[in-house]
């Protein structure tokens, strides 16, 4: 075992937890712990329950991979409790976790920079929906904004559609949004180390890159290189970094946007904890880039930080 692997101590890695993304969650923890292991890493899974606290204490952890998804884990509160326990963690910190993961608070900010992403409305009514209809117009996109993995997301085309869309979304919980469409083309920016990895075109059957077609459809295509021109994707990568530092976020990441058809590109969101599965973007990207998937994983382990600690 080299020096450098040494130095990382015992180290947790997060996963599962308690919100709608467990299954993935798991998924994900499972694919970074058996890397760690592969490199001589000292790696553990934890499942994360309420008992989280007792665990990492009996455990004398020296470093935790947070691989949790949505809230709980992605969400500012597990990036508190570390703190708290002076434990380096990989990822965003607590603003930064939490902000990315209010999709309407990291609007506002980028809507206060000036930086492009697709007006929305807060729908909280059957008068709401009336309302965001006539600001948005058709199609638009109903999202609940504490949700990650596409979950609670509707596209609605016509205008029956909207109220049954706000109450599914209603059982995310937290605040809800309709968005206007974006028509075009969907990419995704991988962060790693304040580098941007090539950049992933997305195209599915499906209305939109929901959940089916992130996880289980064996037809969403992943296209990398993205077939971009050299000047655009260095300007998308230019943009998506100033989306990444807007909302303070560190060390990983991935910014999904869309380009519509006059190749305008409009910021969707900021994943502060984004997959590692099968079919997950970050280490597609990463391979593009020539990085192996356990290669990754070490870089992501060695930029664990605590920041008060």
Not at 11 to 16: D, F, N, T, Y
Not at 157 to 168: F, G, S
């Amino acid at each position: 075992m080299s020096v450098a692997i040494k130095q990382f101590g015992k180290v947790a890695v997060l996963m599962g937890g308690l919100s709608a993304e467990r299954e993935i969650s798991l998924l994900s923890g499972n694919a970074v712990l058996k890397a760690l292991k592969n490199k001589g890493v000292d790696a553990y899974g934890v499942d994360v329950d309420e008992n989280i606290i007792d665990v990492l204490k009996a455990g004398n952890y020296q470093r935790v991979f947070i691989m949790l998804h949505g809230r709980g884990g992605e969400d500012g509160s597990m990036q508190g409790l570390l703190e708290m326990m002076k434990m380096p963690y990989t990822g965003s910190g607590v603003m930064a976790s939490s902000l990315a993961m209010d999709k309407l608070k990291t609007k506002q900010v980028w809507q206060a920079m000036e930086l492009p992403t697709p007006e929305c409305c807060v729908i909280d009514s059957e008068q709401s929906c009336a309302l965001a209809l006539e600001k948005l117009g058709l199609p638009l996109i109903v999202k609940p904004v504490l949700e990650g993995s596409s979950i609670g997301m509707s596209k609605v085309e016509i205008n029956d559609e909207l109220v049954p869309a706000w109450k599914m979304a209603e059982q995310c919980g937290g605040t809800i949004i309709a968005e206007r469409w974006i028509e075009g083309d969907e990419y995704t920016a991988a962060v790693l180390d304040g580098q941007i990895l090539p950049m992933i075109k997305l195209k599915t059957a499906h209305k939109f890159y929901d959940y089916e077609a992130k996880y289980d459809a064996n037809d969403t295509q992943y296209i990398c290189p993205c077939g971009l021109s050299d000047e655009d994707e260095s300007t998308f990568a230019a943009l998506s970094k100033k989306a990444f530092d807007a909302v303070g976020a560190s060390a990983w990441g991935r910014v999904d946007f869309m380009v519509d058809e006059k190749g305008q590109p409009w910021l969707i969101e900021v994943n502060t904890v984004p997959g590692m599965t099968s079919h997950s973007l970050v280490p597609m990207a990463a391979k593009q880039a020539g990085l192996s998937f356990e290669n990754l994983v070490l870089t992501i382990l060695s930029e664990a930080r605590c920041e008060f600690c």
